[in-house]
């Protein structure tokens, strides 16, 4: 059972910046073959994907919505996924939430909700105008 659990969260006003962070723990998979990603869920809205990277390799996708302003990353030696958010605009506001499930083989990993099984309780991110 892998267990994730973000943090970084909080309120900024548009054009900042956060960096949230997501602690994993629990890999089945010793050689840590896994896609991971980033989703958002406003209030009233579905859960939508917004970035992923496969952990070997490190290939990455990402929502048009936020491409040239989030940038995924990870440090597996620390277990560690990261969000980097810069510009942010208001409607970037929702709940984020860390997710993984694990995958043999390398390339993208596509942000769709039903793929990943494991999740964080997640961190919300509020942006004002």
């Known amino acids: 059972q892998v267990h994730l659990v973000e943090s970084g969260g909080g309120s900024v006003q548009a054009g900042g910046s956060l960096r949230l962070s997501c602690a994993a723990s629990?890999?089945?998979?010793?050689?840590?073959?896994?896609?991971m990603g980033w989703f958002r869920q406003a209030p009233g809205k579905e859960r939508e994907g917004v970035a992923t990277?496969?952990?070997?390799?490190?290939?990455?996708d990402y929502a048009g919505s936020v491409k040239g302003r989030f940038t995924i990353s990870r440090d597996n030696a620390k277990n560690t996924l990261y969000l980097q958010m810069n510009s942010l605009k208001p409607e970037d506001t929702a709940m984020y939430y860390c997710?993984?499930?694990?995958?043999?083989?390398?390339?993208?990993?596509?942000?769709?909700?039903?793929?990943?099984?494991?999740w964080g309780q997640g961190t919300q991110v509020t942006v004002s105008s």
């Open positions: 990277i496969y952990t070997i390799g490190g290939s990455t």
């Open positions: 997710a993984a499930y694990r995958r043999s083989y390398g390339g993208i990993c596509r942000p769709r909700v039903a793929d990943f099984a494991y």
């Open positions: 629990g890999y089945t998979d010793s050689s840590y073959r896994y896609c």
